[in-house]
């Protein structure tokens, strides 16, 4: 089921499209990384899709409700965590969630299960401190807990992960995955690729306010040109030859081999080795130079 529906979205700023004709959705349970360098129209993105700021032109629905026609319904189903958290300072973290359940309306004792929940899972449980003491992760930590709070079908994340240290960014990936798991649909910004690559069923593009591919990790690594195989054989490997090849090199004994082509040639690969009578271990497009790919990308769209 479609969740998120964004379509020929455009936003303008003094006449400059910071978001230019993007059409994006997120299906439930899915997790789709909006992905782009500084300037590309991620938070407007965001904005627009949260209720926040209206677009110039296109449509968004949220669990099939037209953002302009039925705002309050379609806000109703997103659990939004913004790129800077505001609570209050003079409060503790249970204090603000509960007001934020309130404001949700959430029943007493519902609310009250759910937020001793959401501590314990943000690792905020214990924590007594009013905000105003928080550091910039905890307030992160927090942050997500509000957006999960009354367990919405939709979530929207701006750039989750700035502020958490490594334990963190563990436990943001853990609670990520379990609410997907779940049959949440998420949207989540962010300019980390590495991020993007570990969470991510998905990954849409952005450059200069348009959506420039939008698909898994590999397929986007794989229309930016030149990729890099690794084939692992359980004996030594054959020689390799195709016209997209540009390199062969061979390691473990020739057991391992880093194959540089212009473009994805694993289906030749396996044909070769299919006809040398080598059985395959790996063939693989290598993750490290999918994501030099993707920055190549990010740069030219940088740079246009
Ligand atoms: P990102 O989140 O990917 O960094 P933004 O959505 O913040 O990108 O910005 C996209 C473009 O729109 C940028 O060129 C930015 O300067 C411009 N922009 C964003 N918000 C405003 C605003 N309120 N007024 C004028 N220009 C804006």
Redesign the pocket.
């Known amino acids: 089921m479609t969740m998120i529906e964004i379509s020929n979205l455009t936003k303008r700023?003094?006449g400059v499209p910071?978001v230019d004709a993007l059409s994006l959705s997120v299906e439930a349970g899915e997790i789709v990384g909006l992905l782009?360098p500084?300037?590309?129209?991620?938070?407007?993105t965001i904005l627009m899709a949260t209720g926040l700021i209206e677009p110039d032109e296109g449509i968004i629905r949220i669990s099939g409700h037209d953002m302009a026609q039925e705002p309050k319904q379609a806000k109703k189903e997103i659990g939004y965590m913004p790129e800077d958290v505001g609570f209050y300072p003079q409060l503790t973290a249970r204090e603000n969630l509960d007001f934020f359940g309130r404001l949700y309306e959430m029943k007493e004792n519902i609310r009250h299960e759910r937020i001793e929940e959401l501590l314990a899972i943000v690792g905020l449980g214990s924590v007594e401190t009013l905000i105003g003491g928080y550091s910039k992760g905890m307030r992160q930590r927090l942050g997500l807990a509000k957006a999960l709070l009354n367990n919405p079908p939709v979530i929207i994340l701006d750039e989750p992960t700035a502020n958490l240290d490594p334990i963190g960014v563990a436990d943001y990936r853990r609670i990520i995955r379990q609410a997907a798991s779940e049959g949440a649909a998420i949207l989540v910004s962010s300019h980390i690729l590495s991020e993007m690559n570990v969470l991510c069923s998905r990954i849409a593009l952005?450059s200069r306010?348009k959506l420039v591919a939008d698909g898994t990790w590999e397929d986007i690594a794989r229309c930016g040109g030149e990729v890099t195989i690794k084939v692992e054989g359980r004996t030594t490997l054959p020689e390799f030859s195709d016209p997209a090849i540009q390199s062969v090199t061979y390691t473990q004994n020739r057991q391992t081999a880093i194959i540089r082509a212009s473009h994805d040639i694993r289906d030749e690969i396996s044909d070769i080795l299919a006809d040398a009578g080598v059985l395959i271990r790996t063939l693989q497009i290598d993750a490290e130079s999918s994501e030099e790919a993707l920055l190549a990308r990010f740069r030219e769209g940088a740079a246009a």
């Not at 500084?38 to 407007?44: D, E, P, Q, R, Y």
């Open positions: 700023y003094h910071a782009g500084n300037g590309a129209g991620k938070s407007t952005l306010g």
